[in-house]
């Protein structure tokens, strides 16, 4: 099968499988206090590119893990993902209208509604990772899939990078600057979207885990340099979020530093690094290796 080909039907099967496990894991919109539960599922159901699911399961079928064993983690993963757009989106933050275009949540519920559903979905994912029944490992590796989540997730990673962003507004930051702030905003997370399927390998292979963990510094980086492009060159019926928003609130961005064919070179050589990184592993990771190529090359 042609491996774009291959691609597409794997992220349609896992979009789907991913969708499946976080409505699974979601309170009813019936459930009280309705309003708040609506409000997660809106903004957590129907919508996005669920990259981080389809890394913990395109790592998990690198180390043949069986896909049921990653529902949990994956679902976990997202629903810190999503928390985070809530907050992002925030008139206090980036101020936005549109998300996955769609109102973004604060738009069609109200402030105090889309705070609590993101700290509801920040809540819930590590309530997954500890008591989900299909994640059958150890109770050591079910500790360490909660450390690197919330390592991911705290101020040494992801809520890190967006006071530093918030920080950086107007200035100019240097190029290891900016990288810092970008492994920690986006790059966290996508890392711990790998590691948390690694650590559902028992045995663990720690040999083949650190591989991985570099391939997903490298493709956590590289997302960020391409949605710094696409907010550059894209239009917001094709992002499905508001374009030009980093330049209009002059923030600090690849291609404003390295120009936009600068941007591109890096995001290449990001990509190149990542397969680098996968030279041990064969068809099996042949999925990660397209997933790579899929975020220097994406439109949206």
């Known amino acids: 099968m042609n491996p774009e080909n291959a691609l597409q039907d794997f992220m349609r099967a896992c979009q789907t499988r991913a969708e499946a496990a976080l409505d699974a894991r979601l309170p009813a919109a019936t459930r009280m206090p309705e309003r708040l539960h609506q409000a997660m599922r809106y903004s957590a159901l129907g919508g996005g590119k669920r990259l981080r699911p389809l890394l913990t399961y395109a790592t998990g ?85 909660i450390e690197t989540l919330a390592s ?66 490298c493709i956590g980086l590289a997302f960020q340099i391409k949605d710094d492009i696409l907010d550059e060159e894209s239009d917001t019926q094709t992002l499905g979020k508001t374009q030009g928003k980093d330049r209009d609130h002059n923030k600090p961005n690849y291609p404003a530093l390295l120009g936009l064919n600068g941007a591109k070179e890096k995001a290449q050589e990001l990509h190149e690094e990542a397969l680098a990184s996968l030279a041990g592993f064969g068809a099996e990771a042949d999925l990660l290796r397209a997933l790579s190529l899929f975020i220097i090359e994406r439109r949206n």
Request: with cysteine.
């Open 61 to 145: 079928i690198a180390l043949d893990l069986p896909l049921d064993l990653l529902d949990g983690p994956a679902a976990a993963v997202e629903f810190i993902h999503v928390y985070s757009l809530i907050h992002d989106d925030l008139p206090a933050m980036d101020d936005d209208a549109l998300r996955r275009g769609k109102p973004t949540c604060h738009v069609a519920f109200d402030e105090a509604t889309a705070i609590l559903a993101g700290d509801g979905l920040q809540a819930l994912a590590f309530h997954v990772l500890a008591h989900d029944p299909n994640l059958q490992v150890p109770a050591e590796n079910r500790l360490a899939m």
């Open 152 to 217: 991911a997730s705290g101020s040494y990673g992801m809520v890190g990078g967006q006071a530093i962003d918030l920080d950086a507004v107007g200035t100019t930051l240097d190029l290891p600057s900016l990288e810092n702030m970008h492994i920690r905003k986006t790059g966290a997370l996508i890392r711990a979207s790998v590691k948390l399927a690694t650590l559902a390998q028992v045995p663990h292979d720690k040999a083949a885990a650190d591989k991985l963990d570099h391939y997903a510094k």
